[in-house]
């Protein structure tokens, strides 16, 4: 038995949910997301909350009840409210900076890296830091990773693009040699 895909998802107010030709659409009063049910897992819309079952008893049927149960979670989490993360640029000269909504990044690289953001994702910097919001969660941490990859924290100053509170193993660079050494 699935854990997840055995507790029911309360329907939030002001969103809508409707189950058509194996796809879950839910829509909110941020925009629209549409879950496919995978395979072995039927849905049910009842009384402003969702139910699925398992309708085989394989181990990839019960696999994907809670997997279709977690990806419905986060969408109706998703129309309702959205998904945010923070990014922050930390270095010397490092800057981000919006042209049009495109994010522009100058990193320490001899030109500025221009980032095009995913369709359904908006990107807005405020006090050196970018925030990163959709209704979709893996678009959003697919954004994100995107952005942190043109330029990682590096281990021995911390400089480079991590997310807002990651904390970075740090290195000890070289020591100097003592006065005495020969």
Same mark, same amino acid.
């Given at each position: 038995?699935?854990?997840?895909?055995?507790?029911?998802?309360?329907?939030?107010?002001?969103?809508?949910?409707?189950?058509?030709?194996?796809?879950?659409?839910?829509? @909110?009063?941020?925009?629209?997301? *549409?879950?496919?049910? =995978?395979? $072995?897992?039927?849905?049910?819309? %009842?009384?402003?909350? &969702? !139910?699925?079952?398992?309708?085989?008893?394989?181990?990839?049927?019960?696999?994907?009840?809670?997997?279709?149960?977690?990806?419905?979670?986060?969408?109706?989490?998703?129309?309702?409210?959205?998904?945010?993360?923070?990014?922050?640029?930390?270095?010397?000269?490092?800057?981000?900076?919006?042209?049009?909504?495109?994010?522009?990044?100058?990193? @320490?690289?001899?030109?500025?890296? *221009?980032?095009?953001? =995913?369709? $359904?994702?908006?990107?807005?910097? %405020?006090?050196?830091? &970018? !925030?990163?919001?959709?209704?979709?969660?893996?678009?959003?941490?697919?954004?994100?990773?995107?952005?942190?990859?043109?330029?990682?924290?590096?281990?021995?100053?911390?400089?480079?693009?991590?997310?807002?509170?990651?904390?970075?193993?740090?290195?000890?660079?070289?020591?100097?040699?003592?006065?005495?050494?020969?």
């Amino acid at each position: 038995m699935s854990k997840i895909g055995r507790r029911p998802i309360t329907i939030p107010e002001g969103v809508e949910a409707k189950i058509q030709d194996g796809v879950l659409e839910l829509k @909110g009063k941020i925009g629209v997301l *549409k879950v496919r049910l =995978l395979d $072995g897992v039927t849905a049910k819309v %009842e009384n402003n909350s &969702i !139910k699925f079952a398992s309708s085989d008893d394989s181990k990839q049927g019960r696999a994907n009840w809670g997997t279709t149960a977690a990806l419905a979670r986060n969408a109706v989490l998703g129309v309702k409210d959205g998904f945010t993360k923070t990014l922050e640029v930390e270095g010397v000269g490092f800057r981000a900076s919006m042209e049009g909504d495109n994010l522009v990044l100058n990193v @320490g690289f001899t030109h500025p890296v *221009k980032y095009a953001p =995913l369709a $359904g994702i908006k990107i807005s910097l %405020e006090k050196g830091a &970018i !925030k990163i919001f959709g209704i979709d969660k893996a678009m959003v941490g697919q954004a994100a990773a995107e952005i942190r990859k043109i330029r990682k924290p590096e281990p021995y100053k911390g400089k480079g693009i991590r997310y807002q509170g990651e904390i970075i193993r740090r290195k000890v660079g070289k020591k100097v040699a003592g006065a005495g050494a020969k």
